[in-house]
Structures are given as structure tokens and as C-alpha cells.
Nanobody, 121 residues
Framework: EVQLVESGGGLVQAGGSLRLSCAASGFTFADYAIGWFRQAPGKEREAVSCISNSDGDTYYADSGKGRFTISSDNAKNTVYLQMNSLKPEDTAVYYC??????????????WGQGTQVTVSS
């Protein structure tokens, strides 16, 4: 019933841009917080960004601050992560996740399958 599907990943050169999408079904984004995470080979999963639709707050990890922008389209049940000025160290599988508590600081209940982002140097 509940499903999150990421898309928009791919191969880009350093300095390029990608926009990732997270499309939800089975629940309404407006009632949830949606976070973006990534996991690079040999590393633990790390938080990238989050948006709390209930209060409009957004959060960014230092790694992407100033380069990444999270946004949501509640009518489409979709959250986006615009990534600019990409660096090779941004290479990872990117996941979106939903927190039914509606807080970026809460546990995430649902996860997508991930989309690969590869940034070449």
C-alpha cells in the first residue's frame, strides 16, 4: 500500500546538476516529513535533507548546504531534491523516506528503493 519511488538519478560530471524525485502512494505527503538520505560504497547511510510539510521547515546536512534544495508538491505527492554543483563525493545511492510523525527528527517509517547518483571527476 505505502510506496516511495525515487527517480532522477544518473551519471553527471562534477559541477553538474540533478533533480531527484520521490513519488509517494498510499499516504499523503502533507501529513509526513520526508527525508533524503544517501549511502556511498563502504559508508554508512547519512542524512542529506528533510522537509516537514506540516510546518514547512527544511533541513540540510553540511555536505549539501548551499548546493541542495528540497521542495515538495503536495498535489502530486512528490518531494524533490535539487542538487547543484555536484561533486564526486556526492556519489551514492539516494533514498527518500517518510516519517509519519511529521518531524524530520523522528524515526522514518517508509523507505524507497533508492536511485543511483554518480558524479564523475
Amino acid at each position: 500500500e505505502v510506496q516511495l519511488v525515487e527517480s532522477g538519478g544518473g551519471l553527471v560530471q562534477a559541477g553538474g546538476s540533478l533533480r531527484l524525485s520521490c513519488a509517494a502512494s498510499g499516504f499523503t505527503f502533507a501529513d509526513y516529513a520526508i527525508g533524503w538520505f544517501r549511502q556511498a560504497p563502504g559508508k554508512e547511510r547519512e542524512a542529506v535533507s528533510c522537509i516537514s510539510n506540516s510546518d514547512g521547515d527544511t533541513y540540510y546536512a553540511d555536505s549539501g548546504k548551499g548546493r541542495f534544495t528540497i521542495s515538495s508538491d503536495n498535489a502530486k505527492n512528490t518531494v524533490y531534491l535539487q542538487m547543484n554543483s555536484l561533486k564526486p563525493e556526492d556519489t551514492a545511492v539516494y533514498y527518500c523516506a517518510a516519517s509519519r510523525a511529521g518531524s524530520c527528527l523522528a524515526l522514518y517509517d517508509y523507505w524507497g528503493q533508492g536511485t543511483q547518483v554518480t558524479v564523475s571527476s
